[in-house]
DNA sequence: GTCTATACGACGATAGAC
DNA sequence: GTCTATCGTCGTATAGAC
Protein backbone atom coordinates (compact mmCIF):
# COMPACT_ATOMS: atom_id res chain seq x y z
CA UNK A 1 0.00 0.00 0.00
CA UNK A 2 1.76 3.30 -1.12
CA UNK A 3 1.25 6.46 0.86
CA UNK A 4 -1.29 8.59 -0.15
CA UNK A 5 -2.12 12.22 0.72
CA UNK A 6 -5.71 11.74 0.11
CA UNK A 7 -7.32 8.50 1.20
CA UNK A 8 -9.81 7.29 -1.34
CA UNK A 9 -12.33 8.09 0.83
CA UNK A 10 -11.73 11.67 1.75
CA UNK A 11 -11.36 11.95 -2.27
CA UNK A 12 -15.37 11.02 -2.83
CA UNK A 13 -16.65 12.80 -0.02
CA UNK A 14 -15.15 16.11 -1.28
CA UNK A 15 -15.75 15.21 -4.75
CA UNK A 16 -19.27 14.52 -3.81
CA UNK A 17 -19.23 17.81 -2.09
CA UNK A 18 -18.62 19.49 -4.70
CA UNK A 19 -20.92 18.11 -7.07
CA UNK A 20 -23.84 18.40 -5.24
CA UNK A 21 -23.21 22.17 -4.86
CA UNK A 22 -21.64 22.95 -7.90
CA UNK A 23 -23.19 20.55 -10.31
CA UNK A 24 -21.48 17.95 -12.86
CA UNK A 25 -20.67 20.59 -15.74
CA UNK A 26 -19.72 23.82 -13.32
CA UNK A 27 -17.37 21.42 -11.38
CA UNK A 28 -14.19 22.34 -13.26
CA UNK A 29 -11.14 20.23 -12.74
CA UNK A 30 -9.74 23.11 -10.80
CA UNK A 31 -12.17 23.42 -8.70
CA UNK A 32 -12.23 19.97 -8.53
CA UNK A 33 -8.13 20.59 -7.38
CA UNK A 34 -8.63 23.10 -5.28
CA UNK A 35 -11.69 21.24 -3.20
CA UNK A 36 -9.40 17.82 -3.19
CA UNK A 37 -6.18 19.23 -2.30
CA UNK A 38 -4.42 17.50 -4.80
CA UNK A 39 -3.35 18.56 -8.43
CA UNK A 40 -4.97 17.93 -11.51
CA UNK A 41 -2.38 15.22 -12.96
CA UNK A 42 -2.70 13.29 -9.72
CA UNK A 43 -6.88 13.04 -10.03
CA UNK A 44 -6.07 11.34 -12.96
CA UNK A 45 -3.81 8.97 -11.30
CA UNK A 46 -6.31 8.31 -8.94
CA UNK A 47 -9.24 8.38 -11.52
CA UNK A 48 -8.00 7.37 -15.09
CA UNK A 49 -11.59 8.02 -16.17
CA UNK A 50 -10.92 11.54 -15.76
CA UNK A 51 -14.25 13.43 -14.69
CA UNK A 52 -17.08 10.97 -15.86
CA UNK A 53 -15.00 8.28 -13.36
CA UNK A 54 -15.65 10.65 -10.59
CA UNK A 55 -19.09 11.82 -11.23
CA UNK A 56 -19.77 7.74 -11.77
CA UNK A 57 -17.71 6.72 -8.00
CA UNK A 58 -19.56 9.72 -5.91
CA UNK A 59 -22.82 8.46 -7.24
CA UNK A 60 -21.96 4.63 -6.25
CA UNK A 61 -20.33 5.69 -3.15
CA UNK A 62 -23.39 7.78 -2.07
CA UNK A 63 -25.50 4.48 -2.88
CA UNK A 64 -23.99 3.35 -0.56
CA UNK A 65 -23.55 5.86 2.30
CA UNK A 66 -27.08 6.08 1.71
CA UNK A 67 -27.47 2.92 2.82
CA UNK A 68 -25.50 2.53 5.50
CA UNK A 69 -25.94 5.66 7.09
CA UNK A 70 -29.64 7.30 5.84
CA UNK A 71 -31.47 3.98 5.74
CA UNK A 72 -29.99 1.39 8.07
CA UNK A 73 -32.99 2.12 10.46
CA UNK A 74 -35.32 0.28 8.82
CA UNK A 75 -33.51 -2.76 8.12
CA UNK A 76 -33.08 -3.09 12.03
CA UNK A 77 -36.12 -4.15 15.20
CA UNK A 78 -38.47 -2.29 17.04
CA UNK A 79 -41.94 -0.44 16.07
CA UNK A 80 -41.70 -0.03 12.30
CA UNK A 81 -42.96 3.45 13.02
CA UNK A 82 -40.12 4.57 15.27
CA UNK A 83 -37.74 3.32 12.63
CA UNK A 84 -39.26 5.79 9.80
CA UNK A 85 -39.35 8.64 11.84
CA UNK A 86 -35.44 7.82 12.61
CA UNK A 87 -35.28 7.61 8.91
CA UNK A 88 -36.69 11.03 8.61
CA UNK A 89 -34.44 12.23 11.10
CA UNK A 90 -31.55 11.23 8.82
CA UNK A 91 -32.53 12.27 6.11
CA UNK A 92 -33.37 16.04 7.48
CA UNK A 93 -29.65 15.95 8.63
CA UNK A 94 -28.31 14.68 5.53
CA UNK A 95 -29.86 16.86 3.31
CA UNK A 96 -29.79 19.83 6.51
CA UNK A 97 -33.42 20.66 6.63
CA UNK A 98 -33.82 21.26 2.80
CA UNK A 99 -30.81 23.24 2.62
CA UNK A 100 -28.66 20.81 0.44
CA UNK A 101 -29.33 19.79 -2.98
CA UNK A 102 -29.54 16.15 -4.08
CA UNK A 103 -27.14 14.05 -5.66
CA UNK A 104 -29.97 12.09 -7.82
CA UNK A 105 -31.58 15.28 -8.86
CA UNK A 106 -28.20 17.72 -9.41
CA UNK A 107 -25.90 15.15 -11.00
CA UNK A 108 -28.80 13.80 -13.50
CA UNK A 109 -28.91 17.19 -14.94
CA UNK A 110 -26.11 17.21 -17.60
CA UNK A 111 -23.90 14.66 -19.09
CA UNK A 112 -21.95 12.60 -16.65
CA UNK A 113 -21.75 9.82 -18.64
CA UNK A 114 -22.72 6.12 -18.94
CA UNK A 115 -21.31 4.81 -15.80
CA UNK A 116 -22.52 7.73 -13.70
CA UNK A 117 -26.07 7.92 -15.29
CA UNK A 118 -26.81 4.20 -14.78
CA UNK A 119 -25.22 4.20 -10.96
CA UNK A 120 -27.57 7.44 -10.46
CA UNK A 121 -30.38 4.92 -11.78
CA UNK A 122 -29.53 2.44 -9.25
CA UNK A 123 -29.75 4.88 -6.50
CA UNK A 124 -32.73 5.96 -6.64
CA UNK A 125 -34.08 2.53 -7.67
CA UNK A 126 -32.71 1.28 -4.62
CA UNK A 127 -33.86 3.92 -2.05
CA UNK A 128 -37.59 3.49 -3.64
CA UNK A 129 -36.55 -0.40 -3.29
CA UNK A 130 -36.26 0.11 0.62
CA UNK A 131 -39.24 2.25 0.99
CA UNK A 132 -41.34 -0.19 -0.57
CA UNK A 133 -39.83 -2.89 1.39
CA UNK A 134 -41.47 -1.23 4.49
CA UNK A 135 -44.77 -0.46 3.02
CA UNK A 136 -44.89 -4.06 2.13
CA UNK A 137 -44.22 -5.07 5.68
CA UNK A 138 -46.60 -2.88 6.58
CA UNK A 139 -49.04 -4.64 4.66
CA UNK A 140 -49.32 -3.22 1.57
CA UNK A 141 -49.29 -5.44 -1.90
CA UNK A 142 -46.63 -5.41 -3.67
CA UNK A 143 -48.09 -2.40 -6.39
CA UNK A 144 -49.28 -0.21 -3.98
CA UNK A 145 -45.99 -0.40 -2.02
CA UNK A 146 -44.22 0.25 -4.89
CA UNK A 147 -46.35 3.33 -5.47
CA UNK A 148 -46.26 4.60 -1.75
CA UNK A 149 -42.33 4.19 -2.15
CA UNK A 150 -42.25 6.68 -5.38
CA UNK A 151 -44.34 8.97 -4.09
CA UNK A 152 -42.18 9.61 -0.98
CA UNK A 153 -39.12 9.61 -3.14
CA UNK A 154 -40.86 12.36 -5.05
CA UNK A 155 -42.35 14.15 -2.41
CA UNK A 156 -38.78 14.90 -0.84
CA UNK A 157 -37.03 15.32 -4.24
CA UNK A 158 -39.42 17.43 -5.40
CA UNK A 159 -39.58 19.46 -1.91
CA UNK A 160 -35.39 20.32 -2.19
CA UNK A 161 -35.87 21.57 -5.95
CA UNK A 162 -38.58 23.98 -4.63
CA UNK A 163 -36.44 24.56 -1.88
CA UNK A 164 -33.60 25.40 -4.02
CA UNK A 165 -35.32 27.62 -6.44
CA UNK A 166 -37.73 29.57 -4.00
CA UNK A 167 -36.09 29.11 -0.64
CA UNK A 168 -38.90 27.90 1.21
CA UNK A 169 -37.85 24.79 2.97
CA UNK A 170 -41.31 24.43 4.83
CA UNK A 171 -42.43 21.60 2.18
CA UNK A 172 -39.29 19.44 2.83
CA UNK A 173 -40.20 19.24 6.43
CA UNK A 174 -43.51 18.68 5.51
CA UNK A 175 -42.24 15.74 3.40
CA UNK A 176 -39.82 14.12 6.14
CA UNK A 177 -43.43 14.60 8.13
CA UNK A 178 -45.44 12.38 6.62
CA UNK A 179 -43.25 10.01 6.11
CA UNK A 180 -44.83 7.62 8.48
CA UNK A 181 -47.92 8.35 7.57
CA UNK A 182 -47.18 7.82 3.78
CA UNK A 183 -45.46 4.37 4.32
CA UNK A 184 -47.35 2.88 6.57
CA UNK A 185 -50.50 3.92 4.36
CA UNK A 186 -52.50 6.33 6.59
CA UNK A 187 -52.39 9.55 4.51
CA UNK A 188 -54.47 11.78 6.23
CA UNK B 1 -39.43 47.58 -37.12
CA UNK B 2 -36.55 45.52 -38.67
CA UNK B 3 -36.95 42.54 -40.57
CA UNK B 4 -35.55 39.23 -38.39
CA UNK B 5 -35.13 35.92 -39.72
CA UNK B 6 -36.00 34.57 -36.36
CA UNK B 7 -38.65 36.08 -34.46
CA UNK B 8 -38.36 36.50 -30.84
CA UNK B 9 -40.88 34.05 -29.58
CA UNK B 10 -39.63 31.35 -32.03
CA UNK B 11 -36.09 32.24 -30.56
CA UNK B 12 -37.18 31.83 -26.76
CA UNK B 13 -38.93 28.97 -28.03
CA UNK B 14 -35.86 26.87 -29.12
CA UNK B 15 -33.42 28.31 -26.60
CA UNK B 16 -36.45 26.85 -24.09
CA UNK B 17 -36.19 23.43 -25.65
CA UNK B 18 -32.72 23.68 -25.68
CA UNK B 19 -32.07 25.19 -22.42
CA UNK B 20 -35.11 22.45 -20.74
CA UNK B 21 -32.87 18.93 -22.29
CA UNK B 22 -29.50 20.25 -21.83
CA UNK B 23 -29.48 22.27 -19.10
CA UNK B 24 -27.75 25.28 -18.70
CA UNK B 25 -24.34 24.90 -18.38
CA UNK B 26 -23.83 22.25 -21.14
CA UNK B 27 -25.97 24.47 -23.94
CA UNK B 28 -22.91 26.09 -25.98
CA UNK B 29 -22.81 29.00 -27.74
CA UNK B 30 -22.47 26.82 -30.74
CA UNK B 31 -25.26 24.16 -29.85
CA UNK B 32 -27.72 27.29 -28.97
CA UNK B 33 -26.67 28.59 -32.60
CA UNK B 34 -27.68 25.69 -33.74
CA UNK B 35 -30.51 25.22 -32.28
CA UNK B 36 -31.88 28.60 -33.41
CA UNK B 37 -30.51 29.07 -36.87
CA UNK B 38 -28.89 31.91 -36.13
CA UNK B 39 -24.49 33.02 -35.76
CA UNK B 40 -23.23 33.64 -32.64
CA UNK B 41 -22.45 37.31 -33.35
CA UNK B 42 -26.22 37.41 -34.06
CA UNK B 43 -27.20 36.08 -30.63
CA UNK B 44 -25.47 38.91 -28.95
CA UNK B 45 -27.07 41.27 -31.10
CA UNK B 46 -30.20 40.29 -29.96
CA UNK B 47 -29.04 39.18 -26.55
CA UNK B 48 -26.45 41.53 -25.67
CA UNK B 49 -26.06 40.18 -22.01
CA UNK B 50 -25.04 37.30 -23.46
CA UNK B 51 -25.89 33.80 -22.30
CA UNK B 52 -26.91 34.76 -18.89
CA UNK B 53 -29.54 37.03 -20.43
CA UNK B 54 -30.65 34.06 -22.48
CA UNK B 55 -31.86 32.22 -19.84
CA UNK B 56 -32.95 35.14 -17.91
CA UNK B 57 -35.08 35.79 -20.64
CA UNK B 58 -36.47 32.23 -21.09
CA UNK B 59 -37.19 31.94 -17.28
CA UNK B 60 -39.30 34.69 -17.81
CA UNK B 61 -41.07 33.52 -20.52
CA UNK B 62 -41.89 30.04 -19.48
CA UNK B 63 -43.34 32.03 -16.40
CA UNK B 64 -46.18 33.59 -18.34
CA UNK B 65 -45.88 30.37 -20.90
CA UNK B 66 -47.21 28.55 -17.63
CA UNK B 67 -49.78 31.10 -16.56
CA UNK B 68 -51.72 31.37 -19.96
CA UNK B 69 -50.88 28.04 -21.65
CA UNK B 70 -51.44 25.77 -18.64
CA UNK B 71 -52.92 27.22 -15.28
CA UNK B 72 -55.40 29.56 -17.08
CA UNK B 73 -58.48 27.13 -16.76
CA UNK B 74 -58.45 27.60 -12.99
CA UNK B 75 -58.96 31.50 -13.49
CA UNK B 76 -61.96 30.46 -15.36
CA UNK B 77 -65.46 29.15 -14.76
CA UNK B 78 -67.30 25.72 -14.29
CA UNK B 79 -66.51 23.69 -11.37
CA UNK B 80 -63.42 23.84 -9.31
CA UNK B 81 -62.61 19.87 -9.81
CA UNK B 82 -62.94 19.83 -13.67
CA UNK B 83 -60.95 22.95 -14.12
CA UNK B 84 -58.23 21.28 -12.06
CA UNK B 85 -58.33 17.99 -14.08
CA UNK B 86 -58.17 20.08 -17.45
CA UNK B 87 -55.03 21.37 -15.77
CA UNK B 88 -53.83 18.41 -14.73
CA UNK B 89 -54.05 17.36 -18.46
CA UNK B 90 -52.42 20.62 -19.62
CA UNK B 91 -49.51 19.54 -17.00
CA UNK B 92 -49.04 16.01 -18.50
CA UNK B 93 -49.20 17.51 -22.64
CA UNK B 94 -46.37 19.72 -21.30
CA UNK B 95 -44.17 17.24 -19.45
CA UNK B 96 -44.75 14.45 -22.31
CA UNK B 97 -46.28 12.12 -19.32
CA UNK B 98 -42.98 12.73 -17.37
CA UNK B 99 -40.78 12.53 -20.19
CA UNK B 100 -39.30 15.99 -20.67
CA UNK B 101 -37.65 17.89 -17.98
CA UNK B 102 -38.71 21.22 -15.60
CA UNK B 103 -37.11 24.22 -16.06
CA UNK B 104 -37.62 24.75 -12.90
CA UNK B 105 -35.03 21.88 -11.63
CA UNK B 106 -33.10 21.59 -14.54
CA UNK B 107 -32.15 25.64 -14.73
CA UNK B 108 -31.53 25.86 -11.22
CA UNK B 109 -28.60 23.52 -11.04
CA UNK B 110 -25.56 25.90 -12.10
CA UNK B 111 -25.09 29.09 -12.29
CA UNK B 112 -27.24 30.90 -14.96
CA UNK B 113 -26.69 34.64 -13.28
CA UNK B 114 -28.81 36.39 -11.10
CA UNK B 115 -31.45 37.60 -13.48
CA UNK B 116 -32.22 34.11 -14.64
CA UNK B 117 -32.20 32.49 -10.95
CA UNK B 118 -34.78 35.30 -9.92
CA UNK B 119 -36.55 34.91 -13.00
CA UNK B 120 -37.27 30.90 -11.33
CA UNK B 121 -37.64 31.74 -8.32
CA UNK B 122 -40.89 34.11 -9.42
CA UNK B 123 -42.30 31.43 -11.57
CA UNK B 124 -42.08 28.21 -8.73
CA UNK B 125 -43.85 31.15 -6.37
CA UNK B 126 -46.19 32.17 -8.98
CA UNK B 127 -47.21 28.63 -9.42
CA UNK B 128 -47.62 27.58 -5.94
CA UNK B 129 -49.34 31.25 -5.61
CA UNK B 130 -52.32 29.91 -8.67
CA UNK B 131 -52.69 26.64 -6.80
CA UNK B 132 -52.45 28.16 -3.83
CA UNK B 133 -55.34 30.27 -4.62
CA UNK B 134 -57.33 27.00 -6.05
CA UNK B 135 -56.75 25.31 -2.47
CA UNK B 136 -58.14 28.53 -0.80
CA UNK B 137 -61.22 29.12 -3.07
CA UNK B 138 -61.93 25.43 -1.79
CA UNK B 139 -62.10 26.45 1.83
CA UNK B 140 -58.76 26.07 3.02
CA UNK B 141 -57.24 28.86 5.27
CA UNK B 142 -54.35 30.90 3.97
CA UNK B 143 -51.76 28.34 5.60
CA UNK B 144 -52.84 25.30 4.61
CA UNK B 145 -53.65 26.33 1.32
CA UNK B 146 -50.46 27.25 0.88
CA UNK B 147 -48.94 23.82 2.28
CA UNK B 148 -51.42 22.10 -0.11
CA UNK B 149 -49.93 23.59 -3.19
CA UNK B 150 -46.19 23.73 -2.34
CA UNK B 151 -47.02 19.64 -1.91
CA UNK B 152 -48.56 19.49 -4.80
CA UNK B 153 -45.59 21.31 -6.98
CA UNK B 154 -43.24 19.24 -5.37
CA UNK B 155 -44.97 16.19 -5.75
CA UNK B 156 -45.02 16.74 -9.88
CA UNK B 157 -40.91 18.25 -9.44
CA UNK B 158 -39.84 15.38 -7.43
CA UNK B 159 -41.78 12.39 -9.86
CA UNK B 160 -40.19 14.79 -12.52
CA UNK B 161 -36.66 13.54 -11.00
CA UNK B 162 -37.38 10.07 -10.05
CA UNK B 163 -38.41 10.19 -14.32
CA UNK B 164 -35.47 11.40 -15.62
CA UNK B 165 -33.07 9.55 -13.33
CA UNK B 166 -34.80 5.89 -13.37
CA UNK B 167 -36.80 5.92 -16.15
CA UNK B 168 -40.35 5.41 -14.72
CA UNK B 169 -43.08 7.54 -15.29
CA UNK B 170 -45.33 6.19 -13.00
CA UNK B 171 -44.97 8.58 -10.22
CA UNK B 172 -45.73 11.37 -12.55
CA UNK B 173 -49.24 10.15 -13.35
CA UNK B 174 -49.88 9.80 -9.93
CA UNK B 175 -49.09 13.02 -9.11
CA UNK B 176 -50.93 14.55 -11.56
CA UNK B 177 -54.00 11.98 -10.65
CA UNK B 178 -54.09 13.13 -7.04
CA UNK B 179 -54.10 17.19 -8.02
CA UNK B 180 -58.28 17.73 -7.81
CA UNK B 181 -57.85 15.67 -3.74
CA UNK B 182 -54.77 17.73 -2.77
CA UNK B 183 -56.09 20.60 -4.03
CA UNK B 184 -59.19 20.71 -2.29
CA UNK B 185 -58.35 18.61 0.74
CA UNK B 186 -59.88 15.66 -0.26
CA UNK B 187 -56.55 13.57 0.89
CA UNK B 188 -57.35 9.94 0.31
C1' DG C 1 1.75 8.98 -5.94
C1' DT C 2 2.42 13.61 -6.59
C1' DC C 3 4.26 17.26 -8.83
C1' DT C 4 5.28 21.25 -12.76
C1' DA C 5 4.59 22.22 -17.31
C1' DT C 6 2.14 21.94 -21.43
C1' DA C 7 -0.88 20.42 -25.36
C1' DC C 8 -4.85 21.67 -27.77
C1' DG C 9 -9.58 22.09 -28.47
C1' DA C 10 -13.87 24.46 -26.96
C1' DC C 11 -15.60 28.08 -24.44
C1' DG C 12 -18.00 32.84 -24.21
C1' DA C 13 -17.58 37.03 -26.28
C1' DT C 14 -16.13 40.78 -29.80
C1' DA C 15 -14.67 43.29 -34.29
C1' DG C 16 -15.91 44.85 -38.40
C1' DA C 17 -17.75 43.96 -43.26
C1' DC C 18 -22.12 43.87 -45.59
C1' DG D 1 -29.70 42.31 -38.34
C1' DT D 2 -26.73 38.93 -39.84
C1' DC D 3 -22.58 37.38 -41.23
C1' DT D 4 -17.21 35.64 -41.22
C1' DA D 5 -13.26 35.81 -38.68
C1' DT D 6 -10.93 36.17 -34.55
C1' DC D 7 -9.79 37.22 -29.69
C1' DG D 8 -8.25 35.66 -25.02
C1' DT D 9 -9.45 32.36 -21.59
C1' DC D 10 -10.44 28.22 -19.59
C1' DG D 11 -11.77 23.49 -20.37
C1' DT D 12 -10.06 18.40 -20.09
C1' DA D 13 -6.35 15.72 -20.49
C1' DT D 14 -1.26 14.28 -20.92
C1' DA D 15 4.07 14.15 -20.55
C1' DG D 16 7.70 13.44 -17.89
C1' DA D 17 10.60 14.69 -13.66
C1' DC D 18 10.99 13.37 -8.87
Known amino acids: MPPRLVSDTQLVDRLTDLFRSEGFEASSLNEIAKATGLQKSSLYHRFPGGK ?12 ERFATEILAPLVGDGPLEERIREVGRNLDAFYE ?47 TALARAQDAVAGIEGALVLARVTGDKAAFARAIDRLPDLLLGRAS
Open 97 to 143: GGERRCLLDVLSVGHPGRAASSALADAGNGWVAVFATVARDAGADET
Open 52 to 63: EQMAADVATAVT
